[in-house]
């Protein structure tokens, strides 16, 4: 094999890749919790007897399930532009990822509020229970375990959906790396590292979601 | 006592309870027995108010269930309830299935809750399954379960709603002991039921519904062995 | 300004019709490859022993934990430098095969593991 493996220069710049994996984090979290609330109110939305409501979450969900995520970054950074708004890469990449972060997470929401049996309910009231104690103590804590992990896989599928940031020259962890071989030539060595760096991440992530699992649900469903 | 005036109920254009009246007094045990969709679990959910009612009154200690001027929540922790389906609450252990109820609707203490819970929980024969999540158990125990559930509301009346239909054969008894206990106890009881051995034996009196009206009402014994209406006398040698 | 930007004309439609097509066939040879080599993954890690089920595991493990164009610039830099450069339309559909494969082998394992119990003991049984 004629190539030759070069680390220094990967060393070198650690600091900047793990600025950017910094990025990736920041970007994936901040798309998960804005996709979580708009996927709350899309779920009501389509849960809803109202039409329009209905219709407009239908609609958001099937374009966000049914489009890859490449062509939602476009939009949001090509598309937008040339309509003459122009979005930073982060903010593109960003609405890019919570559009469709909604769209998933609507489905799971609607799944796990449909899962619980509408007899937890009326059993619940029996007992004196207000509605909001309802939700409170025995419909909420069900769901929640029920969504959890679609909802873990939802955020470890956002980090990887993140690197699609290199395509509009974003600065988190793939769109860092790109500069970076392109300065050096070094395209193994960086790549490499960053692959390294991504498989650290995701394992950690679901590490920490796991053992957070054992410590919130110790009941069985 | 729960008096129950003239009451119509629909769904709809199908109309379930088409003017029923029946007072149930304190202390006493009234089962409810009659072919499916005659409308006698409808009754016990208008009596607990989770279905409103179109005419007529359900009146319990004075206090009008339907008006809207009643706290329904309030009154709900009179009435105790339990299903068909036994709707354990799958994340919480058994005694916090019996804790919740006192400690968030009563405002207890944490420990009245749990000594509350703890002596009901015993009292229908699950002392030895405090930590259990119920899931782990037998469809009886989840029942005995629900039934101490709403016994730690020290509700001043319990409506059971065909608790043993959705039980293995083999598990019915423990559940019928537990509801026998009770109405020795005292305790002023409605029972929807397909079983009737237990309306028999244990109710002081047995009404017999038929498409949305009580068709017979009478002392346990005598409906069950020797019902008047001819509608009761098919129904029962159907039955048994 | 100048836009950048030319509007789209019907003299593109040849080229998206060639993208759609490429699109389409990549899309049916990864879900076929990967789908035949995840069984045969799948295969191996319910019946091998635990050695060679952590390393098995941890390729895919890697295949499922690096996003994917991560692992498209990887491998085609990697054989390009290795002497073999690959057309990207090849390049990329063995990397959407492995990655197939890496979510196809954790079903057909959990179907060859759920079989296994009941099935094998009565199986073996003469």
């Keep these: ?221 | 006592m729960i008096s129950i005036q003239n009451v119509h109920k629909s769904f709809g254009d199908l109309e379930v309870l088409k003017g029923v009246s029946l007072d149930v007094n304190d202390g006493e045990v009234v089962s409810i027995i009659g072919g499916s969709g005659s409308g006698k679990s409808t009754l016990l959910y208008c009596i607990n108010a989770i279905e409103n009612i179109q005419k007529g009154k359900i009146i319990v200690d004075g206090v009008d269930v339907h008006s809207k001027e009643t706290n329904k929540d309030k009154l709900r922790q009179k009435l105790g309830m339990v299903f068909q389906q036994w709707n354990s609450f799958p994340h919480m252990t058994v005694l916090e299935n019996a804790a919740l109820a006192p400690r968030i609707v009563k405002k207890m203490s944490k420990a009245e809750a749990i000594e509350v819970a703890k002596k009901e929980l015993v009292h229908v024969g699950l002392g030895d399954k405090f930590d259990v999540y119920p899931t782990k158990m037998s469809g009886g125990q989840q029942q005995r379960l629900a039934i101490a559930r709403a016994l730690a509301m020290k509700p001043d009346y319990m409506l059971f709603d065909e608790v043993t239909s959705a039980l293995d054969p083999e598990l019915v008894g423990e559940v019928l002991d537990t509801l026998r206990l009770l109405a020795d106890e005292g305790m002023t009881m409605i029972c929807v039921t397909h079983e009737m051995g237990f309306a028999r034996d244990v109710s002081d009196r047995v009404a017999y519904f038929h498409e949305g009206v009580i068709a017979e009402l009478g002392e346990a014994k005598q409906v069950i062995t020797d019902p008047q209406n001819p509608l009761t006398q098919k129904f029962l040698s159907k039955v048994r | 300004m100048n836009s950048l930007f030319t509007p789209l004309s019907w003299s593109d439609t040849g080229f998206i019709l060639i993208g759609v097509m490429n699109t389409v066939t990549i899309s049916i040879v990864a879900i076929v490859l990967g789908t035949l080599l995840g069984l045969a993954v799948g295969f191996l890690r319910a019946e091998s022993s635990k050695v060679v089920n952590v390393l098995l595991g941890s390729v895919l493990d890697i295949l499922r934990s690096v996003p994917l164009i991560i692992q498209l610039i990887l491998f085609s830099t990697f054989v390009g430098a290795m002497g073999y450069p690959l057309d990207p339309f090849v390049a990329g559909s063995i990397i959407l095969s492995l990655y197939t494969m890496a979510f196809m082998s954790e079903v057909f394992r959990s179907g060859f593991e759920s079989v296994h119990q009941s099935m094998r003991t009565s199986a073996r049984s003469p």
């Design chain 1, 1 to 221: 094999m004629d190539y030759e493996f070069h680390w220094n220069v990967v060393f070198q710049n650690m600091p900047e890749l793990l600025n950017g994996a910094f990025v990736t984090l920041h970007v994936s979290v901040l798309a998960m919790l804005l996709g979580i609330v708009i996927a709350i109110l899309l779920a009501i939305a389509k849960m809803n007897n109202s039409k329009p409501y209905c219709y407009i979450a239908t609609t958001w969900v099937e374009i966000a399930r049914n489009t890859p995520a490449i062509f939602q970054i476009y939009m949001a950074y090509f598309g937008l532009g040339a309509l003459g708004i122009h979005l930073s890469p982060y903010v593109a990449v960003l609405s890019a990822l919570v559009f469709i972060n909604a769209g998933y997470l609507t489905e799971t929401f609607r799944g796990g509020f449909q899962s619980i049996p509408s007899t937890q309910y009326s059993a619940s009231k029996s007992l004196g229970m207000t509605s909001i104690q309802v939700y409170r103590y025995i419909i909420l804590p069900q769901m929640l375990r029920r969504i959890y992990h679609p909802m873990t896989n939802q955020f470890v599928w956002s980090i990887l959906m993140s690197s699609l940031g290199i395509l509009v020259g974003m600065g988190e962890l793939s769109g860092t790396t790109q500069r970076l071989q392109s300065l050096s030539f070094r395209t193994l060595e960086f790549f490499m590292v960053a692959a390294v760096m991504y498989f650290i991440i995701t394992k950690l992530v679901l590490i920490s979601s796991s053992l957070l699992s054992r410590k919130l649900f110790k009941g069985e469903i």
